[in-house]
């Protein structure tokens, strides 16, 4: 069956650090990227980055460069996002998403696919 | 800091047609932008209608169609349905980074 299995929700102190995982299955996981998107209570989504789940190659948002990392392990079809320095505004459902970079029969361009995402993480961020 | 804005809430009744709104504040959206659509409903995570503008995945409904409209990405509902009360969001590529839009809470009345 082709899922995204992700870890349980967690409670985090103001400064602390967590890691989310999203295991894949039922697919080959290096054939494909991994996105992270959080969703902060009654807000909209907010893209985090993504990952190659081939090569390791990573893309942040700027919002979050230097708190986001965001890894694989291949053998374990697993990828993770580990967000530091943790505040109260990081309290959000996060999820991963994945996605292949398409292009038509030219080779041309045609952006991001989006197809399997999972069920979310919820992190609470409290003193 | 770029932001995406949708319009924040429509209302449309049973079997009307409704078009929703995806603009960029760097400018006009161009295919350039990929855009995408996802739905969301209470509880669930997003589930994507629309990539690339106006290409369907295949568990999209034919009434649901993705289109560029005076400088925004749209989309629009024909023959709306009362499972199509969700939230909806865009999502707009800029060059390697992806930035989300607002979202319009769709309501069926």
């Known amino acids: 069956q082709v899922q995204l299995v992700q870890s349980g929700a967690e409670v985090k102190k103001p400064g602390a650090s967590v890691k989310v995982s999203c295991k894949a299955s039922?697919?080959?996981?290096?054939?494909?990227?991994m996105h992270w998107v959080r969703q902060a209570p009654g807000q909209r989504l907010e893209w985090m980055g993504w990952?190659?789940?081939?090569?390791?190659?990573?893309k942040y948002s700027q919002k979050f460069q230097g708190r986001v990392t965001i890894t694989r392990d291949t053998s374990a079809s697993t990828a993770y996002m580990e967000l530091s320095s943790l505040r109260s505004e990081d309290t959000a459902v996060y999820y991963c998403?994945?996605?292949?970079?398409?292009?038509?029969?030219?080779?041309?361009?045609?952006?991001?696919?989006?197809?399997?995402w999972g069920r979310g993480t919820l992190v609470t961020v409290s003193s | 800091q770029t932001v995406v804005t949708q319009e924040p809430s429509l209302t449309v009744s049973p079997g009307g047609t409704v078009t929703l709104t995806c603009a960029s504040s760097t400018g006009a959206v161009t295919s350039g932008y990929y855009p995408n659509w996802f739905q969301q409903k209470p509880g669930q995570a997003p589930r994507a209608l629309i990539y690339s503008t106006s290409n369907k995945h295949s568990w999209t409904p034919a009434r649901f169609s993705g289109s560029l409209l005076g400088g925004k990405a749209a989309l629009t509902l024909s023959g709306v349905q009362p499972e199509d009360e969700a939230e909806y969001y865009c999502?707009?590529?800029?060059?390697?980074?992806?930035?989300f839009g607002g979202g319009t809470k769709l309501t069926v009345l």
């Open positions: 039922g697919y080959t996981f290096t054939s494909y990227a």
């Open positions: 990952i190659n789940a081939g090569n390791g190659n990573t």
């Open positions: 998403a994945r996605a292949t970079w398409v292009r038509d029969s030219s080779g041309k361009p045609r952006g991001w696919y989006f197809d399997l």
């Open positions: 999502l707009l590529y800029y060059g390697g980074a992806l930035v």
